[in-house]
C-alpha cells in the first residue's frame, strides 16, 4: 500500500495535476457536517457571551456563566440539575456496568445454548424509543395499574412498593434505573465483543495453571477486557450528560416532583424554549450549553488523555 | 464424574440468571402489546393475562387510527430516515475513500476533524440549528431533520467506512487505473461494492438514534404535517393520557416497526458491534 501511494505522489509531483476528484469526495461530507454541526456548535458557544442589555444585543464576556452560577434566579436550578446529573451518571456507572460485564461473562460462554437468542432479547429495548420506553414504565409503576405491586406481592415484597416516580426523594434514582433497563444492551454487547477477542491460548494457559473460575474471570479477564469498560464509560458519560427524552417523556419538561429528576439537558430545553410561565432565553440557553460542551470535553479529553494512555493493552 | 455435575450445576445456573434478565427486558414489551388487544375493564383486572375470545378488544387502535394521523407519521419518520441514511451511505463513503485512498496535505487532520462529531452532540448546537433553520425558512420541514439527521450520522460512517477500505486491495484499484477507469468509476464501481457489509452496518448504527430521536423532532418540525413517529405518539398519549386503551395500542403501534427491523437485521446490527467497535 505504502509502495503504490508514494509512486502515486512521484509521478503526481512531476506532472502536477490538480487532483479534483480528492476534492469532490470530500465536499458534500465536509459541507454538510460543517454547515450544519460545527457552525452552529461555535456559533452557540460565541452566542453564551452574548446578552441582551437594555435593548442593546452586546458582548457581555462572562457575565452569562456569573448568572447562571450565582443569580439566585439560576443557580439553585443548575446547580440542582448538575447534581442530578452526576447521580445519574453514577447510577449508570454503578448499575449498568456490573449488570453488563455479568451478563457478558454469562453469554460469552463457549457452547452455551440460546445464548443468541439471550443476546437478541437483551438488546431489545436499546432500539425501543424513549417515547415507548418512559411511558411503558410509567403505566408498569403507576400505582393505577398496580402491575408493579402486584409482582412485588408474588415474591413477597409488597411492603416495598411506592409511587417511586412522584417522590422527589426516588424519582431520580427511579429515571436511572429505566436507563439502565433500556441502556444495558449497549455495554453488554461491547464487552461480550471484547471476552471473544481474547485468544484461547491465554485461557488454556490460565486453565493449565490452575486459574479457572471466579479466579480466572478476576485475574485474566477482566484486566484484558479494561479498555472495553473504558470506552463503555465514557460513550455512558456523553450519553448522560446530553441526555433529555427519558425524562422528558416520563417526568415532562418540568422534571418533577419539584425538579428532583431535572438535568442539564431538560434545563436547556426550558430555559432555551421557555415553558408555560417562563419565557425562552436564547442567551442563557446557549450559556447552559457552553456548559454541557465544556464538561462532555473535559470527560472525553480526560479519557483519551490520561485514562486512555494509561490502560495496558495487550496485543495478542 | 463430580466434576462434570459442578459444570453442569454452573450451567443451570447460567440459564436461570440469563433467563430472568430476559424476562426483565422483554416484560414491558409484552405487557405492552398484549394489553393492547384487550377491553379496557379487562386492562386493569388482569393485567397480566393474554388476551381471551372475551376480553379481545381493538377499541384502542380504532381510536388511534382515527384520532391520530399515525399514517402519515410513519411516512414522515420512514423519508427523514430513509434519505438521512442514504444520504450519510453516499457522502460518508466518499469522504472515507478519500481519507482512505489518497495522500493529501491536512488528511489526518481532516480525519481528525471528521472524527470529533463522534464523541461531541450534535444536540449542543441546537440554538444556533434553530436560527440557521429560521433563517432559511426550513422550519417545520422535512428537510431540516434530514439536515440535522445527515451531519450527525457522518462522523460515525466516515470512520467506520475508513477503516474498512483501507483493506481493499490495492492491487486490484491500480489494475482498475491501467485499464482505464477514472477515479470516480474506481470509487463506484470497484470499491463500493466490496465494502457493502460495512454499508450495512453503518445503516443500522445511523438509522436507530434517527428513529428514535425526540428532541429534533420536537423543536424543528413540530408541525403536524411534519411530525414523526416518535413526536406523534408522545403528543397523542399526552392528550389521551386517561384513554389507556389508546395509550397502548399507540405504544404498540410505535414498537412493531421497530420489532420487525430488528428481527431482519439483528444479526447484522450485532455482528457489526461485536466485529468493528472493540479493537
Known amino acids: 500500500m505504502n509502495a503504490s501511494n508514494t ?36 456559533e452557540t458557544l460565541r452566542q453564551s457571551f452574548f446578552n441582551t442589555v437594555e435593548g442593546q ?37 454503578a448499575v449498568q456496568n456490573p449488570i453488563g460485564i455479568a451478563l457478558a461473562a454469562m453469554l460469552s460462554i463457549p457452547k452455551l445454548r440460546f445464548s443468541a437468542f439471550y443476546r437478541t432479547a ?31 406481592d408474588t415474591v413477597g415484597l409488597k411492603w416495598l412498593f411506592a409511587p417511586w416516580l412522584g417522590k422527589p426523594d426516588t424519582a431520580l434514582i427511579a429515571v436511572s434505573l429505566i436507563s439502565v433497563w433500556q441502556y444495558i444492551g449497549i455495554p453488554m454487547m461491547l464487552i461480550y465483543a471484547a471476552l471473544l477477542n481474547i485468544p484461547d491460548e491465554v485461557i488454556e494457559a490460565a486453565e493449565l495453571d490452575g486459574v479457572t473460575g471466579w479466579s480466572q474471570f478476576w485475574k485474566i479477564k477482566l484486566p484484558l477486557i479494561l479498555p472495553a469498560i473504558g470506552i463503555v464509560s465514557i460513550l455512558t458519560f456523553v450519553g448522560n450528560f446530553n441526555a433529555f427524552d427519558l425524562i422528558y417523556t416520563v417526568q415532562g419538561a418540568l422534571a418533577g416532583p419539584d425538579g428532583s429528576t431535572d438535568i442539564l439537558g431538560t434545563l436547556l430545553y426550558r430555559t432555551f424554549f421557555g415553558f408555560q410561565l417562563q419565557l425562552g432565553d436564547r442567551s442563557m440557553g446557549a450559556t447552559i450549553a457552553a456548559i454541557m460542551f465544556l464538561i462532555i470535553l473535559a470527560g472525553v479529553s480526560l479519557y483519551l488523555f490520561v485514562i486512555q494512555r494509561r490502560m495496558r493493552r495487550y496485543q495478542f | 464424574m463430580s466434576k462434570a455435575r459442578a459444570s453442569f450445576g454452573r450451567t443451570a445456573g447460567v440459564h436461570v440468571a440469563l433467563i ?65 441514511i442514504a444520504l450519510v451511505l453516499l457522502f460518508g463513503a466518499m469522504a472515507a475513500f478519500a481519507l482512505s485512498e489518497y495522500r493529501f496535505r491536512g488528511n489526518a487532520l481532516m480525519g481528525l476533524y471528521l472524527a470529533l462529531g463522534i464523541m461531541i452532540p450534535i444536540r449542543l448546537g441546537t440554538v444556533a440549528i434553530l436560527q440557521g433553520m429560521v433563517a432559511t425558512g426550513l422550519v417545520n420541514t422535512l428537510t431540516a431533520l434530514i439536515l440535522v439527521y445527515t451531519a450527525q450520522g457522518l462522523p460515525l460512517a466516515v470512520f467506520i467506512l475508513s477503516e474498512f477500505m483501507r483493506t481493499v486491495s490495492d492491487d486490484l484499484k491500480n489494475a482498475g487505473r491501467i485499464d482505464g477507469l477514472s477515479e470516480y468509476a474506481i470509487f ?26 425526540l428532541w429534533f423532532p420536537l423543536i424543528l418540525a413540530p408541525a403536524e404535517t411534519t411530525k414523526t413517529v416518535t413526536l406523534g405518539s408522545q403528543i397523542f398519549i399526552g392528550q389521551f393520557v386517561t384513554n389507556w386503551n389508546a ?23 450485532i455482528r457489526g458491534i461485536t466485529a468493528g467497535a472493540v479493537k
Open chain 1, 7 to 42: 509512486k502515486m505522489t512521484d509521478i503526481s509531483e512531476i506532472k502536477r495535476p490538480r487532483r479534483w476528484h480528492i476534492l469532490v469526495f470530500l465536499l458534500p461530507a465536509l459541507i454538510v457536517y460543517t454547515a450544519v454541526m460545527i457552525l452552529p456548535l461555535i
Open chain 2, 20 to 84: 430472568a434478565y430476559t424476562l426483565i427486558a422483554l416484560f414491558p414489551v409484552f405487557l405492552t402489546i398484549a394489553n393492547s388487544f384487550k377491553s379496557r375493564n379487562a386492562i386493569f383486572r388482569e393485567p397480566l393475562a393474554l388476551p381471551t375470545p372475551e376480553t379481545f378488544s381493538l377499541i384502542g387502535y380504532q381510536t388511534v387510527l382515527k384520532q391520530g394521523d399515525f399514517l402519515g407519521y410513519f411516512q414522515n419518520s420512514t423519508i427523514v430516515t430513509v434519505v438521512s
Open chain 1, 122 to 152: 437483551i438488546f431489545l429495548p436499546t432500539l425501543l424509543s424513549f417515547v415507548i420506553v418512559g411511558f411503558i414504565w410509567k403505566l408498569i409503576l403507576s400505582p393505577i395499574w398496580g402491575v408493579a405491586p402486584f409482582l412485588l
Open chain 2, 188 to 213: 463506484f464501481r470497484l470499491v463500493l461494492p466490496l465494502v457493502r457489509p460495512a454499508m450495512a452496518t453503518v445503516a443500522v448504527f445511523t438509522m436507530i438514534p434517527i428513529w428514535k430521536d
Open chain 1, 57 to 93: 444585543y452586546t458582548f457581555v464576556g462572562l457575565s452569562n456563566f456569573k448568572v447562571l452560577f450565582g443569580d439566585p434566579r439560576w443557580a439553585a436550578d443548575f446547580w440542582n440539575a448538575l447534581k442530578n446529573n452526576f447521580i445519574f451518571f453514577l447510577i449508570h456507572m
Open chain 2, 247 to 269: 395509550v397502548l395500542s399507540a405504544l404498540s403501534l410505535a414498537i412493531f416497526p421497530v420489532l420487525i427491523l430488528y428481527v431482519i437485521f439483528s444479526r447484522q446490527l
